[in-house]
């Protein structure tokens, strides 16, 4: 149904794919995996029509096609479900549903609103979201804005004769298991009329849904394996040109903190919501998690430290200072750090350059009478782009422009470059594949090692267990229960689930 013959692509620097071939029949269900940088995101964009190939040939039923644009491509039927998610917060759902495709509903330039809101309400149907089209997009959960995201590109099978193929791009990264249960059921019932290209980390996820797997590193195909007989061991050797490490959240470097030495502390600390009453120390070499589910409380804790939210009740020390009009730049000043869940939105700026990224936190230091001293910048990014391996053509890369992974490292060498000794790690490795999380989980030690405190929300409840020297379980608001642990000695799944739920 579609194929791509020998794919190139090349950018200044980076040769992004490399004569990739790559087939999708009929109803069927591809999985693409690979590390950050292994030329995913390319061959996704090339095949959305957002990238034109410098050689090699895109057929569909056998057609030679090349897209100027993604509208061109969703002409023929290739929609894309994003991973940051493209919806306009500030629109309706109907607005986001039909956006670009209002003339449908427009005569003499008035938009019949009751008939876009019916036409979204049939589209809503199609993913089972019962909600009321007229909303505003930002009040939904992130789980809902997904299923507007495949609604949106459903609207494809209105306007498309034949197939169409969806390219899900890390649909599941923030979705609880019940969430993601729901996705794969509809993805199944989809592909009667759809092909589906699956990217992800999760392997186990991969195997799950997909019917074959692509294989990538270096921008290359380095296998095609049916997912029925796929080894994932095998599979993320191939990702990553080595066995993965058995000891791979570090356990065997985690030593004692300093529990003389404390860094933050929090004294029935309570914040407009949820939070109420939370007390909580951090000391120089700790790494604490806090574990809890979505809406738990864990973020708002975490975003009070950072200066970010006030609390209402309670107080907040920073070094044993209780810090007056406490905000962000007041808590870089005092050598904290924070690298947030929405690295896209709130860690990088987009059209910056990774040195200039990697500077933002200490611009007066890194100046001489307002000018910048351009040189040392430079500096700095390329001695921190060879210490954390970081994939760019040079420190003139555009930060928008990198892998999830690499944007990643960019953050947090900005903290760690700045000196900070307080780190908030928000999902850290979300969205990350598995060598990228080796490499954070690498300096997530480094860092402990070296005397900072480290206040993490992880991503999974084995990170948790594996990186954390104490664990607090956040419920409805409140700490339910501590676990303070060495290597060896560590709680289970059960057992935090037992205070989290």
Not at 133 to 157: G, I
Not at 292 to 321: D, N, Q
Request: charged share 25%.
């Amino acid at each position: 149904m579609f194929q791509l013959k020998a794919v190139d692509k090349r950018f200044p620097g980076v040769h992004a794919l490399k004569a990739v071939n790559f087939e999708i029949g009929r109803g069927e269900i591809v999985g693409l995996v690979g590390e950050n940088g292994a030329g995913k995101s390319s061959l996704m964009k090339v095949i959305y029509g957002s990238y034109q190939p410098d050689s090699g040939q895109v057929t569909i039923n056998g057609k030679s096609v090349r897209f100027s644009s993604p509208r061109q491509a969703m002409e023929h039927g290739i929609g894309m479900v994003f991973q940051e998610q493209s919806l306009i917060t500030n629109l309706s759902v109907m607005e986001n549903i039909f956006l670009g495709y209002e003339a449908q509903f427009t005569r003499a330039g008035v938009v019949n609103w009751r008939r876009m809101a019916e036409a979204a309400r049939f589209q809503l149907a199609k993913v089972k979201l019962d909600i009321n089209p007229v909303l505003t997009t930002s009040k939904l959960s992130f789980a809902q804005r997904q299923l507007v995201e495949l609604a949106k590109v459903l609207t494809l099978e209105e306007r498309v004769k034949g197939d169409l193929i969806i390219l899900l791009d890390e649909p599941t990264s923030v979705l609880s298991q019940e969430e993601v249960k729901l996705l794969f059921k509809l993805v199944r019932e989809l592909t009667a009329r759809a092909s589906f290209i699956f990217v992800s980390h999760r392997m186990d996820e991969v195997m799950e849904l997909s019917n074959r797997v692509y294989v990538m590193k270096d921008g290359q195909v380095v296998d095609v394996v049916a997912s029925v007989e796929a080894d994932i061991e095998s599979i993320q050797r191939k990702m990553v040109g080595r066995n993965i490490d058995r000891e791979y959240y570090r356990e065997t470097k985690q030593q004692p903190y300093d529990a003389a030495k404390v860094l933050v502390e929090l004294d029935n600390v309570s914040l407009p919501g949820k939070v109420r009453d939370v007390s909580l120390k951090v000391h120089a070499g700790e790494v604490l998690c806090l574990v809890g589910a979505e809406g738990s409380g864990r973020e708002g804790i975490m975003r009070a430290i950072y200066g970010m939210l006030s609390p209402i009740r309670g107080t907040i020390k920073i070094k044993g200072r209780k810090p007056t009009r406490f905000n962000p730049m007041r808590a870089v000043a005092m050598g904290l750090g924070y690298v947030p869940r929405e690295r896209k939105v709130e860690g990088i700026v987009a059209g910056m350059n990774v040195y200039e990224n990697m500077t933002l936190s200490q611009l007066g230091r890194r100046s001489c009478g307002g000018v910048m001293r351009v040189g040392e910048e430079r500096a700095l990014a390329r001695d921190w782009i060879r210490k954390l391996s970081i994939k760019a053509h040079s420190e003139f890369a555009d930060c928008g422009n990198l892998s999830g992974g690499n944007q990643q490292k960019v953050v947090l060498a900005k903290w760690r470059s700045g000196g900070s000794d307080i780190m908030l790690l928000d999902h850290p490795t979300r969205g990350l594949d598995i060598g990228a999380k080796e490499d954070v989980y690498e300096m997530i030690r480094d860092m402990s090692a070296t005397g900072v405190g480290i206040v993490l929300v992880a991503d999974t409840l084995e990170e948790a267990i594996g990186l954390a020297h104490t664990i607090l379980v956040i419920k409805d608001g409140r700490v339910t229960k501590s676990f303070d642990y060495t290597p060896g000695a560590k709680p289970s799944l059960f057992d935090l689930l037992h205070y989290m739920i």
